[in-house]
């Protein structure tokens, strides 16, 4: 928590990275000319990095194409079956989402269904709710780091065919967050008896994508072109409103895939798909046989693209950064806890609120919000720079609000309280409070305060110092609920 009373979304901040090794038994070693010009080149170099994926065109609403007068809770406009799970979209098209710009879609993966490989235009970030299984990132150049056990060499004095060798494999259960970049090709694998359930934020308006800010998916196995030739015909405002997905192979000659692979041309047509009605998430009729990946262990530093993190797991309530014990907890994962996410330029939280709490009024400063409730349901009131209620509802499970940047925003948790996931478009995404210990008009002079209201001093004090709570408040009446409508 910063002295300024803007919450960063994370558990550490500058000031401790460089604070925490200050201790007397650590030395700082003497750095050679030639180390102090390496770290400066390494310097420009994530700068760089940092300032290639910034969101220069991030959405409608910072370009000033958006006067939102009233926002929506979002459902998904469509989906698409497949043998071995459903994938649903939400309408990209949809002011809310086209003007933060942000497409959004969940994926339901039935026992031993597989989500064939496939990169899309912008990076994703993605969050389980539910299930447990394997998936892999695969990036160009990267080594095949799992290797079957024999020897390579062995096998070859005996004749044998070597079994298998691929890029890194991660398991993947509930409570996950996952980064992938624009451009890397993944895939999953459900390996439990659940469904394995999984929402995707998808950036589109990332400088990684340098095309419009439709969302497209290439996919590099399936054919999904049938499924969406039956499903969804509709048209939204003269252009496709589902999510844009193929198999890139298919365009392809075949008897030139079939020079590429060193294959014949039965076997390089079936790289095309064209005959396969399965959709983009299959079964595999035995247990999908690959390299067990190990308990991963991270040494905390990001060396490579190659072995940089790609997930982290939020479920555990005993990671929370903000806690409250009578209202609710948060937790978040951001640039400072995972380094990806600075080149990604996104964050992600998740939050609990007891019955009847109530999240004290903030609005973030540098990000656009995207709540996805998946537990209960939320009162929200959400507010513009005109002072106008621009939503003003029950958020209930399965539903999307989309928040802008700046507008002002007030939650209680209904009877059975509220559980739910936040994505935010900035890699470090702060928020300033108006109630709590470290909200704006906390820092006030009380003289200001009884000034700005036309209010007694002792009122002004009542204002000011009600509430010691950080972010979460316990409801005050058995009635809780009313207290946020009657401040509308």
């Known amino acids: 928590m910063c002295q300024s009373h803007t919450l960063f979304f994370s558990s550490i901040n500058l ?3 460089f604070t925490q090794n200050s201790s007397p038994h650590y030395t700082l070693p003497v750095i050679s000319a030639m180390g102090r010009t390496f770290l400066s080149a390494l310097g420009l170099v994530l700068l760089l990095s940092s300032a290639s994926a910034y969101k220069g065109s991030a959405g409608s609403w910072q370009r000033g194409e958006c006067d939102i007068s009233r926002i929506n809770t979002q459902e998904p406009s469509s989906r698409l079956e497949s043998e071995g799970g459903v994938s649903e979209f939400w309408d ?3 002011d809310e989402f086209r003007c933060a710009g942000v497409s959004f879609h969940r994926h339901t993966i039935r026992s031993r269904g597989l989500m064939l490989p496939a990169y899309h235009n912008a990076p994703v970030l993605a969050y389980v709710i539910q299930g447990r299984g394997i998936f892999g990132v ?9 290797e079957s056990p024999q020897q390579q060499s062995a096998e070859r004095q005996r004749g044998e065919k070597f079994t298998d060798r691929h890029q890194q494999i991660e398991y993947l259960k509930q409570g996950d967050v ?10 999953a694998y459900n390996n439990g008896d659940e469904e394995l359930v999984v929402v995707v934020l998808q950036d589109n308006s990332n400088n990684a994508n340098q095309l419009d800010q439709n969302p497209r998916s290439f996919l590099l196995a399936g054919n999904p072109e049938r499924q969406q030739q039956m499903q969804h015909q509709q048209r939204f405002r003269g252009q496709e409103q589902q999510h844009q997905l193929g198999n890139v192979f298919r365009g392809f000659r075949t008897e030139l895939l079939a020079e ?4 014949d041309e039965e076997t390089a047509r079936k790289l095309k798909s064209e005959n396969d009605e399965r959709g983009p998430i299959v079964i595999v009729e035995k247990e999908l046989q690959v390299i067990k990946p190990p308990v991963r262990r991270h040494n905390g530093l990001e060396e490579t693209a190659c072995s940089a993190k790609i997930r982290e797991n939020i479920d555990s309530p005993s990671r929370a950064d903000i806690y409250n014990p009578q209202a609710g907890r948060l937790s978040t994962v951001n640039g400072f806890t995972f380094p990806l996410l600075n080149y990604l330029q996104l964050s992600f939280a998740k939050a609990v609120l007891y019955k009847n709490a109530i999240m004290a009024p903030y609005w973030f400063t540098n990000a656009h919000s995207i709540l996805y409730i998946t ?10 720079q005109h002072g106008q209620a621009v939503f003003d509802g029950q958020v209930r499970e399965g539903q999307v609000l989309v928040v802008p940047q700046n507008f ?17 478009t900035n890699a470090n995404a702060m928020l300033n409070t108006l109630s709590g210990r470290t909200s704006a008009l ?11 209201y036309q209010i007694s001093r002792e009122e002004a004090e009542r204002i000011k110092f009600s509430r010691e709570e950080t972010l979460f408040f316990r409801g005050s009446r058995s009635s809780g609920r009313r207290s946020v409508v009657a401040s509308a």
Request: net charge negative; charged share 20%; with cysteine.
């Open 442 to 452: 906390r820092g006030l002079p009380v003289d200001v305060v009884a000034n700005s």
């Open 178 to 187: 996952i980064a992938i970049r624009a451009g890397d090709a993944h895939w």
């Open 138 to 146: 695969l990036i160009s150049g990267c080594p095949e780091t799992f």
């Open 375 to 384: 537990r209960g349901e939320n009162r929200i009131q959400v507010v513009n």
């Open 408 to 424: 002002a925003v007030v939650k209680q948790a209904g009877e059975q309280g509220c559980e739910w996931v936040q994505f935010n």
């Open 92 to 94: 990209h098209n949809a």
């Open 260 to 263: 590429v692979f060193e294959v």
């Open 15 to 17: 000031h401790h990275l």
